[in-house]
């Protein structure tokens, strides 16, 4: 490979970062990897479960994003992971293999996990604050959701969504490979919390 591959490193919060990659690594797909066992069919994902502190992977066409604890300072992680996703697509292995999409769950059975989950346990908890989640699709494993009633437009709802709604989809549904909010909180009225300016 000739060209240098260029990679952009966008911290969402303390403990996830996105690394925006110049080209795919699982075309037109997404994987989660909650765990290093999960992740040894990956050598992309397996290598970056060797980093210390790494606790989820997601991989998501040209998008990978790690959890990790860095106590907030991103800068020698995102070198190290920067560095791995470089020697992966250096060699001659696909940094995702298509047959992990194989073994997965059909769409079907994905759509019936996760209405169940949103019936009995995320919505009834987030309905105090005047919100509700719905689902929208799942297309192959990856999952669209919509945020209505207190949470669209709430300044707090991307918290509610990585910290409450995400992390019980993939306890529950692990599976699951990216989940996109398709909400327009620009036109929600009445937010619980304002957002910040």
Known sequence: MTQETKITAEPRDPESCRFIVDRPLFQN????FGDKERAANSPLAAKLFEL?????VLIQDNVVT???QTGGDWMPMAK???AIIRSVLQSDEAPVPESILSSLPPAEELTQRIRE???KQINPAIAAHGGFVELIDVKGNEVFIRMGGGCQGCGMASVT???GIE???RTSVPDVGAIMDTTDHASGRNPYYQPQG
Request: hydrophobic share 50%; aromatic share 4%; glycine share 8%.
């Open 167 to 169: 992390k019980a989809i």
């Open 80 to 82: 190290k992971v920067g």
């Open 52 to 56: 210390e502190g790494v606790e989820a």
């Open 29 to 32: 797909a997404s994987v989660y």
């Open 66 to 68: 790690v959890n990790a």
């Open 161 to 163: 969504l990585r910290n």
């Open 117 to 119: 989950l949103l019936e």
